[in-house]
């Protein structure tokens, strides 16, 4: 069964805190992504990544960075955390650039 | 710009009767549209699509409407459950951009029994 684990399901952090935001899958997919859902926005993509230590930014790429050192883990970085951060982030896995997208549950992210 | 419109935020549906969802996009770049279902506290999931060289997609009591010369798509089920309350979001993707999806900003769907 196809799986994509996020490390917290609520996070809560201070302004200009570094944050890391973890994303596993077990299905050997080529394609990871992060995305940011909020209301009135849908979901935006931030960054995603089609290999091994290749990055791409999204439409939203602005106050994030992303780590990918393993085919299985894709690591979301806020560098120093602010308000407007506050969302719902939620990472996402398919087999090749074509195919569908699986969506772990989402970290529900607060910063104070 | 929001290039994936979904102008209703949200849509009542009596069981057994029929849910439309809208969804209206700008860019005639896209090649592939799709539409996921979220339930509260969790991810999204994907329920259809369609290639932009079809008009129909069909799966069970979900069917899927490309117009492109009017650069809209609707969802619709038939019949209604309550087990279809959901947001449900409508996505696009260009080819060739690593599966980029660009995403609508969702229509809340709640089908009363």
């Known amino acids: 069964d196809v799986k994509v684990t996020q490390s917290s399901r609520y996070l809560v952090k201070r302004t200009g805190e570094k944050v890391f935001l973890e994303c596993v899958q077990d299905?050997?997919?080529?394609?990871m992504f992060w995305y940011r859902q909020d209301p009135g926005l849908g979901l935006r993509l931030i960054y995603f990544?089609?290999?091994?230590?290749?990055?791409e930014k999204g439409d939203i790429p602005e106050g994030y960075s992303v780590s990918r050192e393993k085919k299985e883990r894709f690591s979301l970085i806020l560098e120093s955390a602010s308000t407007n951060q506050t969302s719902m982030y939620l990472c996402?896995?398919?087999?090749?650039?074509?195919?569908?997208?699986?969506f772990g549950p989402g970290t529900r992210l607060t910063v104070l | 710009d929001q290039q994936v419109k979904q102008n209703s935020p949200s849509l009542s549906v009596q069981e057994g009767r029929i849910s439309i969802l809208n969804c209206d996009y700008t860019?005639?770049?896209?090649?592939?549209f799709l539409w996921y279902k979220k339930y509260p506290a969790e991810g999204p999931t994907f329920l259809i699509s369609i290639s932009s060289i079809k008009d129909k997609n069909e799966d069970g009591r979900f069917t899927v409407f490309l117009n492109k010369s009017a650069k809209h798509l609707s969802l619709h089920i038939v019949p209604s459950q309550p087990g279809d309350s959901a947001v449900y979001f409508c996505a696009a993707r260009i080819y060739n951009q690593g599966g980029k999806l660009i995403f609508g900003q969702g229509t809340e769907l709640s089908v009363k029994p």
């Open positions: 299905m050997d997919h080529e394609n």
């Open positions: 996402a896995s398919s087999l090749t650039s074509m195919s569908e997208q699986f």
């Open positions: 990544s089609y290999d091994v230590k290749m990055k």
């Open positions: 860019n005639s770049m896209f090649d592939y």
